[in-house]
Protein backbone atom coordinates (compact mmCIF):
# COMPACT_ATOMS: atom_id res chain seq x y z
CA UNK A 1 0.00 0.00 0.00
CA UNK A 2 1.18 3.72 -0.75
CA UNK A 3 1.14 6.60 1.37
CA UNK A 4 -2.95 7.34 0.74
CA UNK A 5 -3.91 3.81 1.81
CA UNK A 6 -4.35 2.27 -1.86
CA UNK A 7 -1.88 1.95 -4.36
CA UNK A 8 -2.14 0.94 -8.52
CA UNK A 9 0.97 -0.91 -9.46
CA UNK A 10 3.15 1.61 -7.64
CA UNK A 11 1.43 5.19 -8.58
CA UNK A 12 -1.03 5.61 -5.59
CA UNK A 13 -4.56 7.11 -6.02
CA UNK A 14 -3.80 10.63 -5.32
CA UNK A 15 -1.00 10.70 -8.00
CA UNK A 16 -3.17 9.36 -10.91
CA UNK A 17 -5.84 12.27 -9.86
CA UNK A 18 -3.20 14.64 -10.15
CA UNK A 19 -1.88 13.79 -13.68
CA UNK A 20 -5.74 13.48 -14.75
CA UNK A 21 -6.44 17.10 -13.51
CA UNK A 22 -3.33 18.07 -15.22
CA UNK A 23 -4.27 16.90 -18.87
CA UNK A 24 -7.61 18.19 -18.43
CA UNK A 25 -6.56 22.09 -16.96
CA UNK A 26 -3.87 21.50 -20.86
CA UNK A 27 -7.06 20.14 -22.92
CA UNK A 28 -9.06 23.53 -21.64
CA UNK A 29 -6.31 25.81 -23.07
CA UNK A 30 -6.29 23.70 -26.97
CA UNK A 31 -9.62 23.12 -26.79
CA UNK A 32 -10.64 26.88 -28.29
CA UNK A 33 -7.02 27.46 -30.21
CA UNK A 34 -8.42 23.43 -32.16
CA UNK A 35 -11.75 25.43 -32.84
CA UNK A 36 -10.56 28.35 -34.53
CA UNK A 37 -8.11 26.25 -36.69
CA UNK A 38 -11.79 24.26 -38.03
CA UNK A 39 -13.67 27.73 -38.11
CA UNK A 40 -10.62 29.03 -40.20
CA UNK A 41 -10.10 26.20 -42.16
CA UNK A 42 -13.75 26.05 -43.50
CA UNK A 43 -13.78 29.97 -44.27
CA UNK A 44 -10.97 29.17 -46.71
CA UNK A 45 -12.54 26.00 -48.05
CA UNK A 46 -15.66 28.27 -48.82
CA UNK A 47 -14.06 31.19 -50.66
CA UNK A 48 -13.61 29.21 -54.34
CA UNK A 49 -17.20 29.82 -54.29
CA UNK A 50 -16.87 33.50 -54.39
CA UNK A 51 -14.49 33.48 -57.41
CA UNK A 52 -18.12 32.95 -59.49
CA UNK A 53 -19.18 36.41 -58.39
CA UNK A 54 -15.63 37.68 -58.51
CA UNK A 55 -15.38 37.08 -62.67
CA UNK A 56 -18.38 39.45 -63.45
CA UNK A 57 -17.86 41.92 -61.26
CA UNK A 58 -14.32 42.29 -62.49
CA UNK A 59 -15.24 41.87 -66.11
CA UNK A 60 -17.53 44.70 -65.29
CA UNK A 61 -15.08 47.42 -63.98
CA UNK A 62 -12.57 46.65 -66.80
CA UNK A 63 -15.49 47.22 -69.50
CA UNK A 64 -15.92 51.04 -67.32
CA UNK A 65 -19.59 49.56 -66.32
CA UNK A 66 -21.27 49.83 -62.82
CA UNK A 67 -20.31 46.99 -60.94
CA UNK A 68 -23.27 44.97 -60.82
CA UNK A 69 -25.93 45.83 -58.38
CA UNK A 70 -26.91 42.20 -57.38
CA UNK A 71 -26.98 38.80 -58.50
CA UNK A 72 -29.39 39.29 -61.50
CA UNK A 73 -27.11 42.11 -62.94
CA UNK A 74 -23.81 39.87 -62.24
CA UNK A 75 -25.48 36.94 -64.32
CA UNK A 76 -25.56 34.60 -61.47
CA UNK A 77 -28.05 32.38 -60.18
CA UNK A 78 -30.33 33.71 -57.29
CA UNK A 79 -27.77 34.01 -54.19
CA UNK A 80 -29.78 30.83 -52.55
CA UNK A 81 -28.72 28.57 -55.21
CA UNK A 82 -24.81 29.41 -54.94
CA UNK A 83 -24.17 27.37 -51.92
CA UNK A 84 -21.45 24.13 -50.93
CA UNK A 85 -21.06 22.41 -47.72
CA UNK A 86 -20.44 25.23 -45.43
CA UNK A 87 -21.84 28.64 -47.54
CA UNK A 88 -26.10 28.90 -47.47
CA UNK A 89 -25.94 32.00 -49.89
CA UNK A 90 -23.46 34.31 -52.06
CA UNK A 91 -24.79 37.58 -52.72
CA UNK A 92 -23.30 40.35 -54.84
CA UNK A 93 -24.64 43.64 -53.55
CA UNK A 94 -22.87 46.72 -55.57
CA UNK A 95 -19.73 45.17 -56.29
CA UNK A 96 -19.15 43.40 -52.83
CA UNK A 97 -20.03 39.78 -52.45
CA UNK A 98 -21.18 38.55 -49.49
CA UNK A 99 -20.38 35.04 -48.28
CA UNK A 100 -23.14 33.92 -45.28
CA UNK A 101 -22.15 30.33 -44.19
CA UNK A 102 -24.49 27.51 -42.98
CA UNK A 103 -25.20 24.11 -44.01
CA UNK A 104 -22.45 22.10 -42.75
CA UNK A 105 -20.75 24.99 -41.29
CA UNK A 106 -19.41 24.99 -37.34
CA UNK A 107 -21.63 26.60 -34.84
CA UNK A 108 -19.58 29.74 -34.84
CA UNK A 109 -19.71 30.68 -37.96
CA UNK A 110 -23.68 29.30 -38.97
CA UNK A 111 -25.84 32.75 -39.85
CA UNK A 112 -22.60 34.52 -39.98
CA UNK A 113 -21.09 36.65 -43.55
CA UNK A 114 -17.61 37.31 -44.39
CA UNK A 115 -17.69 40.34 -47.41
CA UNK A 116 -15.42 40.55 -49.81
CA UNK A 117 -14.92 43.69 -51.42
CA UNK A 118 -13.72 45.09 -54.53
CA UNK A 119 -10.58 47.35 -54.35
CA UNK A 120 -10.20 49.53 -57.94
CA UNK A 121 -8.14 52.68 -58.78
CA UNK A 122 -10.41 55.02 -59.72
CA UNK A 123 -10.88 56.33 -63.12
CA UNK A 124 -8.18 53.97 -64.56
CA UNK A 125 -9.94 50.69 -65.26
CA UNK A 126 -6.92 49.05 -66.52
CA UNK A 127 -5.83 48.20 -62.97
CA UNK A 128 -7.38 45.08 -62.25
CA UNK A 129 -9.71 44.76 -59.38
CA UNK A 130 -7.78 43.56 -55.66
CA UNK A 131 -9.95 41.52 -53.66
CA UNK A 132 -10.42 42.96 -50.02
CA UNK A 133 -11.87 39.88 -47.10
CA UNK A 134 -13.58 40.89 -44.06
CA UNK A 135 -12.24 44.31 -42.56
CA UNK A 136 -8.88 44.19 -44.72
CA UNK A 137 -7.35 47.69 -45.05
CA UNK A 138 -7.52 48.90 -48.64
CA UNK A 139 -4.49 49.44 -50.63
CA UNK A 140 -2.33 52.64 -51.12
CA UNK A 141 -4.48 54.67 -54.11
CA UNK A 142 -7.09 52.42 -54.15
CA UNK A 143 -11.05 52.69 -53.34
CA UNK A 144 -12.95 49.88 -51.61
CA UNK A 145 -16.77 49.85 -53.52
CA UNK A 146 -19.20 47.96 -51.40
CA UNK A 147 -20.49 47.86 -47.93
CA UNK A 148 -17.96 45.63 -45.36
CA UNK A 149 -21.02 43.10 -43.79
CA UNK A 150 -18.28 40.86 -42.21
CA UNK A 151 -19.84 39.64 -38.33
CA UNK A 152 -16.81 36.80 -37.80
CA UNK A 153 -15.74 37.83 -34.72
CA UNK A 154 -11.74 38.58 -35.76
CA UNK A 155 -10.08 35.76 -33.92
CA UNK A 156 -11.72 32.93 -36.55
CA UNK A 157 -10.69 35.36 -39.50
CA UNK A 158 -7.94 34.38 -41.77
CA UNK A 159 -5.09 36.94 -41.32
CA UNK A 160 -5.68 38.24 -44.40
CA UNK A 161 -9.30 39.24 -43.60
CA UNK A 162 -8.76 40.83 -40.60
CA UNK A 163 -8.33 44.92 -40.19
CA UNK A 164 -4.84 46.56 -38.58
Not at 36 to 60: G, Y
Not at 105 to 125: F, H
Request: hydrophobic content about 50%.
Amino acid sequence: MGRSGVSLGGFTLIELMVVVAAIAILALFAVPSFQDRIVRAQIVEAMPLADIAKRPVAAAWAASAPLPADNAEAGLPPPEKIVSNYVRAVTVENGAIHVAFGNQANGALKGRVLSLRPAVVEDAQVVPVSWLCGHAPVPEKMTARGADRTDIPPNFLPLNCRGR
